[in-house]
């Protein structure tokens, strides 16, 4: 392992003879040449003895979801949990609304395809006021992007 320059460079020794991926962390999740977060998609590089290899990647940046969540009389839905499922992987991060009914996961989600379940005293629903996942909109995050999702609860709390 290594650490970069303030350039960005690097380099590496490894043992001969052998097939190595490269990993490297930016922010709280590991990425994989090339700007994978799936290891199972990295490139494998075989390094013979005397070899070098030059591997450049860039990085992905992370996205993330924010809103505003209020009950069925309008009041803010403080104290929900916000749960954001990948449509791809089934991957779930979870959060909670704060006492004015907002949230905020930016930066924290991996680009892809989501779908947003809010879980409250009296029920859970999806975004925008679906009772089932199968009818949950999907919010498509891409790189570097914050999407806002507001959503009103169907009951009141």
Known sequence: GGVTAADGT???RVQPGQTFIV????????????????RSQATRFAVRSGQTIRV???????SGMTGRLT?????????VYVSFINVDTAAESETNTSADGTYDF????VPGRYKVRFTA???????????DYES????TLISGQ?????????WAL
């Open 146 to 154: 914050t999407a806002v999702v507001d959503d009103q609860l169907l």
């Open 10 to 12: 690097y380099r590496i």
């Open 106 to 109: 930016t930066g924290l989600l």
């Open 23 to 38: 990993a490297y962390a930016v922010g709280p999740l590991s990425q994989y040449v090339p700007h994978t977060f799936d």
């Open 121 to 131: 005293q009296g029920g859970s629903q999806y975004a925008h006021q679906q009772l």
């Open 56 to 62: 450049d990647d860039r990085a992905v940046a992370l």
């Open 136 to 139: 949950a909109d999907v919010i």
């Open 71 to 79: 009950d069925a009389a309008g009041a803010p839905a403080g104290n």
